[in-house]
């Protein structure tokens, strides 16, 4: 009697292989969605050749559903990148803050958090400001873009109105790419 070893074929050096990258969105209203959804499209757009892109996306007013908060933060433990997207004129309600301290509190995936803000108040903003404290006790990226939305004015701005968009997220991009080179895509996962 002959005993054979069957090994499953390795993957040939010519074939390519785009490791998933999960974003998660949670966002005020529509127009701070689509602002979202712009920005993963200028990480799709950016890093699509080398990456397989996923979203999911979480309105604020169902975060307070306690059943599907926990789906909801599920899905943020679970993310590469998530993006925090409101008006900024205030604080983050507590539905949100609760989602937040949730995944935050568990394991992670996260290697950075985007806060999105259409208003002029920058660094009075307390949803940035417990946004970054959040990113920084997770030991996280924080990326965030001051208030320079399509339609609001400022005369520094340049004729595309893209300049800080452009400069923060080109910053992410460069941290998205570097990730993907290290253990994070590796097989000890």
Known sequence: ????????????????INPVFNVVIA???????KRAMKTYDYLVQHLGDDCTFK??????????VPKLREMAVKDA?????????AHGSGDL??????????????ERNA????????????????????????????????FSQPGLWPGKSRKSQPADGNWERNRAFSVLATVVQ????VSHWGINE
Do not use: C, H
């Open 1 to 16: 009697m002959q005993n054979t070893l069957t090994l499953p074929p390795f993957p040939s050096p010519d074939t390519e």
């Open 27 to 33: 966002y005020e209203d529509f127009e701070t969605g």
């Open 93 to 106: 309600s507590d539905a949100v803050k609760a989602w937040v301290d949730r995944w935050i509190a568990g």
């Open 77 to 85: 433990a679970a993310a590469d990148i998530i993006v925090v997207s």
């Open 111 to 142: 290697i950075a958090l985007v806060g999105l803000f259409d208003t002029d108040m920058y660094f009075e903003n307390p949803a940035r400001r417990y946004l970054a404290e959040t990113a920084r006790r997770a030991g996280m990226e924080f």
């Open 55 to 64: 979203n999911q996306m979480w309105k604020f007013d169902v975060l307070a």
């Open 178 to 181: 570097e990730e993907t080179a």
